[in-house]
């Protein structure tokens, strides 16, 4: 592999991050020479270390997601307390529990191959045929069409709904842009957000009263979670795994591509897992986690004061063990940090690694290698990703 090409992929990604939100561009840019924990004049603590990162995901009791800065504050304001207190409360361990068999590994591949198994052979037949295919347009359907099949939606429609879907998890998402500094919403941004939930959940009512039992919606009948709570929990899962799954999918394209190593993929398929895993460590398609600090606390020597907020820079702290390479072994400091880690790991990463393996299986189904004919960077987006990333056989 010639340095030419990893400056090339990293080249790339510098451009996602700063056409998404030049702000965090500059912060994760800045962080490169703050050490491991810092404090940032309006921003708070900013944590760059994955051993650090990790030790406040898992003290819930210090480091919690309600409060100013934390996530659990956006849903707060969104869906009332009852939502809100829902991700530090029993509540959460307990919808947990009810749903991990849908998010095991077993699990996931069934839902890939319901939800995406005849969109990704038209898209190997497409290619088969010499055509080319806009991967990142084809994350968004899939993220769409997977998250609608998880909940209980009709998953039968043109795959314009599923775009659209996807479209306004992004225009939700993106107004938690402007909450770096604080995750207060001004009563025009929560009229918006409002307006947005309510397009995104209209077809949830229904679905909560009819879906199976093996889908969300139907378990949160089951547990009888109320229909409020209901819509939260959906909005929840659109938003979690819509933009970021897209962004996994098509940035481990293009790195791939970028880097050279898709030939190393081809000549050996068995190193698919490696390649999903390095995709996403350098991807990281949530860059920053946040958290409030409920009560003093020490970390890494540093007094943190109850009040404070964390942001754990987790693109920094994946990418400090180097760049994409599919045959790297697993890093232990990083672990899988770029699905957080303790009580709110992410439960859909299961599915997240399924979808990008089966994007890669189709994308190579023709035994060549794919070259990049053209790419745009998305703007304005809490998710780095690519608009666009046209792909056809090389
Ligand atoms: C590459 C793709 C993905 C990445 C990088 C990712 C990353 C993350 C991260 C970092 C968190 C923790 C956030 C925090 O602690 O504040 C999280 C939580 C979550 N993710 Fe993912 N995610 C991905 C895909 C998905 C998918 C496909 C789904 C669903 C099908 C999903 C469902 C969830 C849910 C439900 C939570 C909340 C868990 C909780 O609070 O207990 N994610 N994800």
Redesign the pocket.
């Known amino acids: 592999m010639s340095r030419m090409t990893d400056d090339d992929a990293t080249r790339h990604e510098a451009r996602l991050l700063w056409h998404a939100n030049p702000g965090l561009f500059a912060l994760l840019e800045a962080a490169r020479h703050t050490g491991p924990i810092a404090r940032v004049p309006r921003l708070g603590w900013v944590v760059t270390d994955p051993v650090l990162a990790r030790r406040v995901?898992n003290d819930h009791g210090t480091f919690t997601?309600g409060g100013e800065g934390?996530?659990g504050h956006l849903w707060t304001q969104l869906f009332g307390d009852e939502m809100g207190e829902f991700?530090g409360g029993a509540r959460?361990a307990e919808v947990?529990t009810r749903a991990r068999d849908l998010?095991t590994e077993d699990a996931a591949r069934d839902l890939v191959e319901r939800a995406q198994g005849a969109h990704l052979a038209q898209l190997a037949g497409q290619l088969a045929d010499g055509g080319s295919v806009d991967v990142a347009d084809s994350a968004r359907v899939l993220?769409g069409r997977?998250?609608a099949d998880?909940l209980g939606l009709p998953a039968d429609r043109p795959d314009d709904d599923y775009r659209g879907l996807f479209a306004a998890g992004e225009r939700l998402a993106a107004l938690a842009l402007g909450t770096t500094a604080s995750t207060e919403l001004a009563p025009d941004l929560l009229e918006r957000a409002h307006e947005i939930v309510d397009g995104l959940t209209t077809g949830v009512p229904d679905a909560y009263r009819a879906a199976g039992p093996d889908t969300l919606l139907g378990r949160c009948r089951e547990m009888g979670l109320g229909l409020p709570m209901a819509r939260g929990l959906a909005t929840?899962?659109v938003i979690?795994?819509?933009e970021?799954?897209a962004?996994?999918?098509t940035r481990t394209v293009a790195l791939l591509h970028d880097t050279g190593q898709q030939h190393a993929l081809l000549r050996d398929p068995g190193l698919t897992a490696n390649a999903v895993r390095e995709g996403?460590r350098v991807a990281?398609?949530?860059p920053v986690?946040?958290?409030h600090v409920a009560r003093d606390a020490d970390l890494a020597g540093r007094a943190l004061r109850a009040g404070d907020r964390v942001l754990l820079l987790?693109y920094r702290a994946t990418n400090g063990a180097g760049p994409f390479e599919v045959t790297r072994d697993y890093v232990p400091e990083t672990r899988q940090l770029?699905?957080?880690?303790?009580?709110?790991?992410?439960?859909?990463?299961a599915?997240?690694?399924t979808?990008?393996a089966r994007m890669l299986g189709a994308l190579h189904s023709t035994g060549r290698p794919y070259r990049v004919v053209s790419r745009r960077a998305a703007r304005r987006v809490l998710v780095p990703s690519y608009a666009s990333l046209v792909v056809k056989p090389a």
């Open positions: 995901l997601m934390g996530v991700f959460h947990r998010f993220g997977l998250v998880l929840l899962l979690a795994g819509t970021t799954g962004s996994g999918t996403l990281a398609p949530a986690i946040g958290r987790t770029w699905f957080g880690g303790g009580r709110h790991l992410c439960l859909g990463a599915v997240a690694r979808q990008i």
